[in-house]
């Protein structure tokens, strides 16, 4: 199993509509949670951090956490072209070998259509 | 926001060259950077964990003899790919993580990648 999972895509949605991208963990003991958006040929871009359960608003985007069972979402609304891209989900573990290590899921392909 | 500097973005080179990739957090002090490789259409994979003041951490699978990382001060990171190869090719990025009480909670923040191109 892997430790994050997302669907690759592409998930496409017309302009205006909201776009909702999934994340899956195995990791019961996660404790801090990313969304990074990726153009292509870029690095990637932090959009928002979440840390309890329930749901973190910021502007057009909100992320929401449900830690029993062990998921995190990203909803994007009144989608507009420029929000194509891929976006990557991210999971902060527990510290091992004196350190933490951040891993990332595949990344969902959001396209926009106009 | 965090600034991570990255240097140089794009990079073409012979095979059995040796290539230096510098990492500059611009505006906060980093004892730990990240770095990974990216091939295309895949996700991110961490290759090490660089250690201000002592050795990097490297993840399974990745040889240290080959990919050297000097963390010489708090700000700056390099990774060396030693006589690289075409299969050498990818997308290297770098992270840092501003400090912070709960360090663990504390966001990587990406500098704009190195395009490694090995002929």
């Known amino acids: 199993q892997k430790e994050v999972e997302q669907n690759s895509g592409p998930l496409s949605v017309p302009e205006g509509a909201i776009a909702s991208l999934n994340c899956t963990y195995s990791?019961?003991?996660?404790?801090?949670f990313f969304w990074y958006r990726q153009y292509s040929g870029k690095s990637p871009e932090l959009i928002m951090f979440?840390?309890?359960?329930g749901d973190k608003e910021d502007g057009r985007f909100t992320a929401q956490l449900n830690k029993a069972s062990q998921y995190v979402s990203l909803l994007i609304r009144d989608s507009q072209p420029s929000d194509s891209a891929t976006y990557l989900c991210?999971?902060?573990?527990?510290?091992?070998?004196?350190?933490?290590?951040?891993?990332f899921g595949i990344g969902t392909k959001l396209q926009v259509i106009p | 926001g965090a600034v991570v500097s990255q240097h140089p973005s794009w990079v073409i080179c012979k095979s059995g060259t040796s290539v230096k990739i510098e990492c500059r957090s611009l505006?906060?002090?980093?004892?730990?950077m990240f770095w990974y490789r990216q091939f295309p259409k895949q996700s991110l994979m961490l290759m090490a964990t660089?250690?201000?003041?002592?050795?990097?951490?490297?993840e399974q699978g990745v040889e240290k003899d080959k990919f050297l990382i000097n963390h010489a001060s708090l700000t700056l990171s390099t990774l060396t790919v030693t006589s690289a190869h075409p299969e050498d090719s990818s997308f290297y990025i770098c992270?840092?993580?501003?400090?912070?009480?709960?360090?663990?909670?504390?966001?990587?923040?990406f500098g704009d990648g190195t395009r490694l191109s090995i002929l």
């Open positions: 990791d019961r003991g996660s404790q801090s």
């Open positions: 505006d906060f002090q980093a004892t730990t």
């Open positions: 991210a999971v902060n573990g527990l510290p091992s070998g004196g350190y933490q290590k951040v891993t």
């Open positions: 979440i840390y309890s359960n």
């Open positions: 992270s840092a993580r501003p400090p912070g009480t709960h360090v663990s909670n504390q966001p990587q923040h």
């Open positions: 660089s250690n201000e003041g002592s050795k990097a951490t490297y």
